[in-house]
């Protein structure tokens, strides 16, 4: 295969995450403004298609067919602690981290790697003990407090094994 026909192969991959996520994003409903930005807003969009990213994992991995019900789980904002989403499996008694690299263009999709400091950047231990803010004195946003509250209403949280799970072409 020439590399050309590599490259249109690869872009039109990318432009079917794209067509996906958009339809997933105008999902949700109106009163959701973030999913709806106007056509100059090209930020907006891809913040957008970021969290739709995520809600297509949450589709797929966890069956949650309902745009509300995803969006319950995801953490993505500013302090976030690093979380973009989760999700509590009581039967299974997993706590699953996520964090989501969502790239702008096919070829940062294909090709921009994901460095270590972002791994690391999930406060996933002082967000379990219940710590209210992170190491740089920021309070963590509504959605990781609500999360929090959540774990305190496990009574046998410590049998739970975490699973952090990386959303990313690496």
């Known amino acids: 295969m020439s590399d050309n026909v590599k490259s249109l192969v690869k872009s039109n991959k990318y432009n079917d995450l794209l067509k996906i996520v958009d339809q997933l994003r105008l999902e949700a409903p109106k009163a959701y403004k973030r999913y709806h930005p106007t056509d100059d807003q090209i930020e907006v969009l891809n913040n957008a298609r970021a969290r739709a990213f995520i809600h297509l994992f949450l589709k797929v991995k966890f069956g949650f067919t309902e745009f509300n019900e995803r969006e319950n789980y995801i ?15 009581e039967e299974n008694k997993k706590l699953y981290f996520i964090q989501s690299k969502f790239r702008n263009t096919d070829f940062n999709f294909e090709n921009k790697d994901i460095s270590v400091e972002e791994l690391l950047s999930m406060d996933i231990d002082r967000i379990i003990e219940g710590e209210i803010k992170d190491d740089k004195g920021n309070k963590y946003n509504d959605k990781i407090v609500s999360f929090q509250r959540k774990l305190q209403s496990i009574s046998d949280l410590p049998r739970y094994k975490y699973e952090i799970i990386l959303l990313a072409n690496v």
């Open 75 to 89: 953490t993505d904002d500013a302090y976030d602690g690093g979380i973009d989403a989760y999700y509590i499996d």
